[in-house]
C-alpha cells in the first residue's frame, strides 16, 4: 500500500513535469484549430528523433513540420490532407499510428491474434484443471493401498 | 514429452518470424523514401551564389542530376565534401545543392574554401523545399532522371564507395563518366 502510494506520488510528479517542457508556444487563431493542431502535432513522428513526437521535439526540422501543420490548418485544409501530406514525403514512419495496409495488416490483427490463442490456452488448462479435480475425489487411502 | 511439443513449437515459430523480421529489416537509421519512382518535388528558389537568379529542376529537364541536400551546421557533409568534388571530376551528371536551412555569407565562405561541387546551389533559408523532398537529416542525396523522376535516395554522408556502387550502375555509362 505504501510502496503504491509513493510510486503515485512519483508518477504525478512526471506528469507535472512534463507539462512545464513544453517547446511548442503555437497558439491557434480559433479552439477548434488549436484541438487539431495539437492533435496532428502529436501524431506526427519527429523524423529526426524518431521516439518523439514533432509536438514535443526541440528539434529544427520539427518546428518546420508544426509551421506546415499550422499553415496547412489555416488555410483549411483537413487533418487526412495534412496526414497525406506528411506520409507523401516522408512515408508511413512519420505516423506513430500506423495505418491498416496490406504491409501493416499482421501488426494490427496481431493482438487479436495473440488475444485467440490466450484464450484457447485458458480453456485448455481450466478444461484440465477441471478433470484432475474430477479424478482426484478417490479416498487418499486407496491410492496408498493399491500402490 | 507430449507437454513439451507445444512449447517448443510456439518458441521456434516466434524464432522465425523474428528472424526474417530482422533479416528483412532495413538499417534503423535509414527510413526508404516514398518518393522513389515518383515525380521531383518542383519549387523555385533563389540562386546562392547569385541571388538575382533562382533555380527550378525544371531547368534541368531532360537531363540526369543529383541532388545534395547540405548545409553548414551539418557534420556529416563537411565529411562527404571531399568526395563531392572528386565525384564532379569524373562524372557529367550534374549536382544541384540544396543549402538546408543556412546562412547565405556562411555557405558562400564554405563554397570558397573547400570548394564547389555543385553547378547550381539552391537556397532553401527556410527549409521548405527539404520537406517537400522529404529530407529529415542532412546529408541525403537524390539521383533524379531526364524525365523528372526520383531514381534512388541516399542518406547519410556520400563517399565515393556509395557513388561507384549505387549511382554509376543507375546512370547510362555515357552519363556517369566524363566524355
Not at chain 2, 541536400?69 to 551528371?93: D, M, P
Not at chain 2, 532553401?124 to 529530407?135: F, H, K, L, P
Request: with cysteine; charged share 20%.
Amino acid at each position: 500500500m505504501r510502496a503504491f502510494a509513493l510510486i503515485a506520488v512519483l508518477a504525478a510528479i512526471l506528469l507535472a513535469s512534463g507539462t512545464t517542457y513544453a517547446v511548442d508556444p503555437t497558439e491557434m487563431p480559433t479552439p477548434e484549430l488549436q484541438r487539431r493542431y495539437l492533435g496532428l502535432t502529436h501524431e506526427l513522428r519527429c523524423m529526426q528523433c524518431q521516439n518523439e513526437a514533432i509536438a514535443d521535439s526541440p528539434v529544427s526540422l520539427a518546428a518546420d513540420l508544426r509551421r506546415q501543420v499550422r499553415e496547412m490548418l489555416i488555410a483549411g485544409k483537413s487533418d487526412d490532407d495534412v496526414r497525406n501530406y506528411m506520409v507523401a514525403r516522408y512515408g508511413d514512419f512519420i505516423l506513430f499510428r500506423p495505418r491498416v495496409s496490406s504491409r501493416t495488416l499482421w501488426l494490427w490483427s496481431a493482438p487479436g491474434v495473440l488475444l485467440l490463442i490466450g484464450a484457447a490456452v485458458a480453456v485448455r488448462v481450466t478444461r484440465q484443471r477441471a478433470a484432475l479435480v474430477d479424478q482426484d475425489n478417490e479416498p487418499v487411502e486407496e491410492d496408498i493401498r493399491s500402490s | 514429452m507430449n507437454r513439451f511439443v507445444l512449447p517448443l513449437g510456439v518458441f521456434a515459430l516466434l524464432a522465425i518470424v523474428l528472424g526474417i523480421g530482422i533479416k528483412h529489416s532495413q538499417d534503423k537509421g535509414t527510413i526508404p523514401s516514398p518518393l522513389i519512382g515518383k515525380a521531383a518535388p518542383q519549387f523555385t528558389l533563389p540562386v546562392l551564389t547569385d541571388t538575382s537568379r533562382t533555380f527550378s529542376p525544371a531547368d534541368l529537364k531532360g537531363r540526369w542530376y543529383v541532388f545534395n541536400v547540405w548545409g553548414t551546421w551539418c557534420g556529416g557533409c563537411r565529411q562527404e565534401h571531399e568526395a563531392l568534388l572528386e565525384i564532379r571530376k569524373t562524372t557529367q551528371v550534374p549536382l544541384v545543392g540544396l543549402d538546408w536551412k543556412d546562412e547565405d555569407p556562411q555557405a558562400l565562405q564554405w563554397l570558397s574554401q573547400l570548394g564547389n561541387p555543385y553547378e547550381v546551389v539552391a537556397a532553401d533559408r527556410e527549409g521548405r523545399i527539404a520537406i517537400e523532398w522529404g529530407v529529415y537529416g542532412a546529408p541525403e542525396t537524390f539521383l533524379v532522371d531526364p524525365q523528372g523522376i526520383v531514381v534512388y535516395k541516399y542518406i547519410g554522408p556520400l563517399t565515393l564507395e556509395a557513388w561507384q556502387t549505387q549511382f554509376v550502375p543507375r546512370l547510362p555509362p555515357e552519363q556517369a563518366g566524363k566524355s
